[in-house]
């Protein structure tokens, strides 16, 4: 899982991954082991029972286009 949208226009990344947690938190993201594990995350640090996620499955191969508005 990629992105966690905060309120005030921050954005946390959640990131499950077989990698280190040091190598995570050094990309500026928030280490995780399973998509669960994020997304309990999430609800915690919002306080709310439901959240919205984004997941990249395969980040790599994807393309993101920023726009303006």
Do not use: C, W
Request: overall charge negative; glycine content about 4%.
């Amino acid at each position: 899982m990629k992105e966690v949208l905060f309120p005030y226009g921050k954005t946390k990344v959640s990131y499950v991954s077989e990698m280190t947690d040091e190598v995570i938190r050094n990309m500026h993201m928030i280490p995780a082991h399973s998509i669960d594990e994020a997304i309990s995350m999430a609800k915690e640090q919002l306080g709310r029972d439901k959240v919205k996620i984004t997941a990249i499955p395969d980040g790599v191969s994807v393309m993101i286009e920023s726009f303006d508005y």
